[in-house]
């Protein structure tokens, strides 16, 4: 029962261009969405986030979209850069449960 | 200056042994997690706790006790290890402010049961 669903477990993309990730999740309860990047060996280490009264959130070459009718959410990073290679997980929550359930991740590669 | 750290970092043990991981964080968090990534890398929620008292358990064995003697502190303690307790067990923080909710992890424990 995965509430939470990342179905590319890897992307390749080239150098400055745009990369794209993408989240489904289940649970209508979900109303807080978060992005997580992972290195080898590391913790999780948070990206960004976004409410469920948003469509939208920017930081940066990071955006995240929410499409609640669709339970879908994509982390689009622009411009793609070396360092951006790692593991991306996203994760929900329903606000005061203390309860996040995680994607499984995927892993993107920005090649130079 | 470490937010949230884990220790010890690797853990090699014989089945069947009692083994501790602890975690603290210095950011002054009220709710702290611990969370298992399995061999297939599914990060899974155990445990929760806010403020020093126990919210989420997540149908983990009752073999794994969480203890929090502060807010600072979130110890894990495995009784009795098994094999498929094998795994990356992450500590993490957090704090709710202006409607944001951000999890701080640390390291990892790379735990491996023989």
């Known amino acids: 029962d995965q509430q939470v669903k990342q179905n590319s477990p890897s992307l390749s993309v080239q150098e400055g261009r745009i990369s794209i990730l993408n989240c489904d999740y289940t649970n209508s309860m979900f109303d807080y969405f978060l992005w997580y990047k992972k290195y080898p060996a590391e913790g999780p280490t948070f990206l960004i986030s976004i409410s469920s009264i948003k469509d939208k959130n920017e930081d940066g070459r990071f955006t995240v979209f929410l499409n609640k009718s669709a339970k879908h959410l994509s982390l689009h990073i622009v411009p793609s850069q070396p360092g951006d290679s790692a593991v991306y997980f996203c994760?929900?929550?329903?606000?005061?449960?203390?309860?996040?359930?995680f994607g499984t991740g995927t892993r993107l590669k920005v090649l130079a | 200056d470490t937010a949230v750290s884990q220790t010890p970092k690797y853990l090699v043990t014989q089945m069947g042994n009692d083994k501790s991981i602890k975690c603290e964080q210095n950011l002054g968090h009220d709710t702290m997690y611990w969370y298992k990534q399995d061999s297939k890398k599914f990060l899974k929620i155990m445990f929760s706790y806010n403020n020093k008292e126990l919210i989420i358990n997540e149908t983990v064995p009752n073999r794994f006790s969480p203890k929090s003697p502060d807010k600072a502190h979130l110890n894990l303690h495995i009784n009795s290890l098994e094999l498929g307790d094998s795994a990356v067990y992450f500590c993490a923080s957090s704090q709710w402010t202006s409607g944001r909710e951000t999890q701080y992890f640390g390291p990892g424990t790379r735990l491996l049961v023989l």
């Open positions: 994760a929900a929550t329903a606000s005061g449960t203390y309860k996040y359930i």
